[in-house]
Structures are given as C-alpha cells and as structure tokens.
C-alpha cells in the first residue's frame, strides 16, 4: 500500500467514527477527543487529514451533498422525457440514497449551518441546485399536463425533497421494508402529491 492509498484508507477510518459520533449525540456534542479515542489516535494524527473538526464536519457534508446532486441527475437521465417516471427515479434514488446513508444524510440535513463560510454557502448552492432540479422536473410535468397545476411549485418542491432526504432521521434497517420497498413507496407517493394524470404505476426500484 502507498502512502498516498495509507493516508486516503486512514481518513476514510477518522471520518467514519465522526459521522459515528455526530449521529448519536450530535455535532457540539461531539468533541475531538471523543473522534482520537474512538480511533485511539493522538490529536496530532488527526490533524495529519483534518486541520479542525469543522473541516471534518465539511468533509461529510460536502460529499454527502454531492452525491445526492449525482444520484438525482442520474436519475433524471436514466428516465428519459416523461416527467412522471423521471419524479418516480428521483425519489427512488434519493430515497434509498437517504435511507442507505442514513447517518451521513442526518447529519447533513442537522448540522451543515455549524459550518463557517465559505464552505457554509457551498452547501446552500448545493442544495438550492437540487431544489431547482426537483422544482424545473415538476414544471416540465405541469407544462404537458402531466401533473396538476400547483399555486406554489418551488414549495412543493421543498416538501418532496424533505421527504426523500430525511429518512435517515427514522429509518432503521432490518424494519419492516427493505430499503427497496421504502423506495417505491415513496416514488408512488411522490406522483400522488404531484397530481400524476395517469394511473401510476411505478417500476421495482433496483439498486445500481
């Protein structure tokens, strides 16, 4: 192993007890030398991949967030033009993208206003992008008459993408439904909220 694949594998380790600890008992709650005793690091060797806990906290955040941009766009794509099916694909995916990383998805939604600027008004960006996503695929909908015309798109919006993006809050595996089932039954819920014009009828979510 290189150094370069050693250091990557040792902060992939100090970021995965962070997001450990900053599920159960939150960001503030959450100090560094809670972070070096759970790895039985010194401070120091923390600092060697995260100059500061805020820039730990940034690390999670801004990859969870990117990825959720990826999953919708992604997601958008793989349906083609009918704007039902591409409503059903996102909130599939960020669905069982939500429920499948459900503490790094948490802490995301719970704890990204403790970041300082800049990196603060990064992950605002990020989520007004996949709001305007989510936002533009539903005028699409109500554009052909796919969907019902709402008095207040940009709000609907919002209240679909809290569904999806906060079930890490609730859901816990082995429950009742496996995160594919949790994932269809939100994309037929989704459709429902929209006003979908046609009967709905959604595919089996298949994890890529």
């Known amino acids: 192993m290189g150094n370069s694949t050693a250091r990557t594998a040792a902060a992939d380790r100090v970021r995965a007890a962070a997001v450990d600890l900053f599920f159960e008992q939150g960001y503030d709650r959450t ?6 005793a759970a790895l039985r690091l010194t401070s120091g060797a923390l600092y060697n991949h995260f100059r500061s806990k805020e820039e730990l906290l940034y690390s999670i955040v801004s990859r969870t967030h990117s990825e959720a941009e990826r ?8 349906a083609g033009g009918d704007p039902a099916r591409q409503l059903a694909e996102v909130a599939q995916a960020l669905t069982a993208f939500s429920a499948t990383y459900r503490k790094e998805t948490s802490i995301s939604h719970a704890e990204w206003r403790n970041l300082p600027e800049p990196q603060a008004a ?12 989510v936002e533009r695929l539903l005028e699409r909908g109500i554009r052909t008459g796919v969907f019902r015309p709402t008095a207040d798109n940009a709000l609907l919006a919002k209240v679909l993408l809290s569904t999806w993006t906060e079930v890490g ?12 089932d949790l994932a269809d039954e939100f994309a037929v819920l989704a459709l429902r909220t929209a006003g979908a014009a046609a009967p709905i009828s959604v595919e089996r979510f298949a994890p890529a």
Do not use: C, F, N
């Not at 100090?31 to 070096?36: A, D, G, P, Q």
């Not at 999953?71 to 793989?78: G, H, N, P, Y």
């Not at 990064?122 to 996503?133: D, F, V």
């Open 31 to 36: 100090s560094v030398r809670h972070i070096t």
């Open 71 to 78: 999953v919708t766009a992604d997601a958008i794509l793989r």
């Open 122 to 133: 990064e992950i605002r960006s990020s989520r007004l992008r996949l709001g305007h996503l």
């Open 169 to 180: 809050r609730w859901y816990h595996p082995g429950g009742h439904l496996s995160v594919p």
